[in-house]
């Protein structure tokens, strides 16, 4: 755990490469772990103390979500707007393929805007180890 602050509370996650438990992972420099934080709401964040070892979880939906706001999504946005602007609009092929990458660019434009609504479809649960 990294800091609480009211009902939040911080919780760093170290995430290692598949390759952390090799044994020759020191000489071969290919290993790497990256560092996160999540917040994490909850009632009972006073019952956690700093540097504690904690168990964080999320739903197996919000997965699902963000599988399809992050590809499903962008996929529909881009054949969508190929088929519009090649076959309705009778645009060339490359100019509708520079359209339809446009129009994915905005849909993750709109995803990026509308974060803040989309993060509280996403909640953690936390707790002791």
């Known amino acids: 755990m990294d800091h609480i ?8 996650i170290v995430s290692r490469s598949a ?3 090799c044994k020759a992972r020191q000489a071969c420099g290919l290993a790497e772990a990256q560092v996160k934080k999540v917040a ?10 700093l540097g504690e070892s904690v168990s964080v979880g999320v739903r197996r939906s919000a997965g699902s979500i963000a599988v399809l706001l992050a590809y499903v999504g962008a ?24 359209v339809s ?19 509280h479809t996403i ?3 936390i707790n002791k180890i």
């Open 19 to 21: 390759c952390g438990s």
């Open 75 to 98: 996929l529909v946005v881009l054949i969508a707007a190929l088929v519009v602007s090649v076959g309705v609009l009778s645009m060339s092929e490359g100019t509708g393929a520079l």
């Open 101 to 119: 990458l446009g129009a994915v660019a905005g849909y993750y434009l709109l995803l990026a805007l509308f974060r803040k609504r989309i993060e």
């Open 40 to 49: 994490v709401h909850t009632s009972r964040a006073a019952d956690f103390r």
């Open 123 to 125: 909640t953690f649960s």
């Open 5 to 12: 602050e009211g009902d939040l509370v911080f919780v760093r």
